[in-house]
């Protein structure tokens, strides 16, 4: 089956993951009026993670796909997210959102907005940046964090290449323009994942309406990806699989699918259908796991010998999916 863009994935609701942090020994600045107390001007992270997000271009597609990079321990993780970015795509999956021969030079936080300066010998221009990569690349360091996003503003060789700072509202928006929830679809080549914000509002549901929501966001999960995305469902993936019905009780969801559950051809197929199932959910820390089961039944195992007898545990992290290496 052919899947249009090429291969992890938030993706979490409203954006993805934000983390204060930058600069590898960054110098003091001193920056009037920062805007946000939380994010000092050096972006300097207040703990030291182990992994950070680099969005690249889809092929094929405007889609953005996230990629998680394993670092050393540290505190300058926009930093180094950004140099993530600026060295190109790690594989031939996705495509670069700059070219070539760009370097970072300077990062800081001042009046609500994240300054980003490049350097380098190339000619370059507004046209040349996928300004959007930028941002989610940013904005998925801060999100973990506090919660929030910031704008940017670009410099090349220190002239400014916006006439504003660039502020989005979602990573490949198609919520209609309002942030919804992040579901995880299957890039063109069936390698990575990737997240797509739809029109599905956790805050349009009351308390006693979980139940509802949820069943709202995995019959999207499962469903058909918005037209002409060039995303495809994992389930898509498994001839005849199909999701028939979702229930909440407590802090565990149930999932029951047709019998195609017990014919995955693939440990791939596998890997995508849960991988995409447990990055969707990583952003909602109510559910902690999830019961597989084949039309009403409990299945022992899975094709590949994976245990489904119990729950599986929900990562509340996404740091585990598209994991690649540089």
């Not at 190109?88 to 996705?94: M, N, S, W």
């Not at 820390?285 to 597989?292: D, P």
């Not at 990562?315 to 540089?326: E, G, Y």
């Amino acid at each position: 089956m052919k899947i249009c863009c090429k291969h992890k994935s938030w993706l979490a609701v409203g954006l993805f993951i934000l983390i204060i942090c930058c600069l590898a020994g960054c110098q003091q600045r001193q920056v009037e009026n920062p805007g946000r107390g939380d994010l000092t001007p050096d972006l300097i992270s207040k703990q030291p993670q182990t992994a950070v997000t680099a969005f690249f271009k889809a092929p094929d597609c405007d889609l953005l796909v996230p990629l998680v990079f394993g670092i050393k321990s540290s505190r300058d993780t926009i930093w180094v997210a950004l140099e993530k970015l600026l060295a190109g795509p790690p594989d031939a999956f996705v495509e670069p959102v700059i070219p070539q021969g760009v370097k970072m030079k300077d990062l800081y936080f001042s009046e609500g907005v994240v300054n980003i300066h490049l350097t380098g010998d190339v000619p370059l221009t507004l046209a040349d940046i996928n300004l959007q990569a930028f941002w989610s690349t940013v904005n998925m360091e801060l999100l973990e964090q506090d919660g929030t996003t910031a704008a940017l503003h670009l410099y090349y060789n220190d002239q400014s290449l916006l006439e504003e700072p660039y502020q989005a509202l979602a990573v490949n928006d198609y919520g209609g323009g309002a942030s919804g929830a992040y579901v995880y679809f299957v890039d063109g080549q069936a390698m990575y994942l990737v997240p797509l914000s739809l029109p599905i509002q956790a805050a349009d549901y009351s308390a006693e309406q979980q139940a509802d929501f949820f069943a709202a966001l995995l019959n999207a999960w499962a469903g058909q990806p918005p037209e002409g995305s060039g995303v495809y469902s994992s389930l898509a993936l498994v001839e005849g699989l199909q999701l028939l019905n979702v229930s909440l009780q407590d802090d565990m969801l149930t999932l029951n699918f047709s019998a195609g559950l017990a014919q995955i051809a693939s440990t791939a197929q596998e890997r995508l259908l849960l991988d995409s199932l447990m990055a969707t959910l990583a952003p909602y820390r109510q559910i902690n796991s999830v019961q597989l089961l084949s039309d009403g039944q409990m299945l022992d195992y899975l094709p590949s010998g994976l245990e489904i007898d119990q729950p599986l545990a929900v990562l509340h992290s996404l740091d585990a999916f598209n994991r690649v290496s540089q």
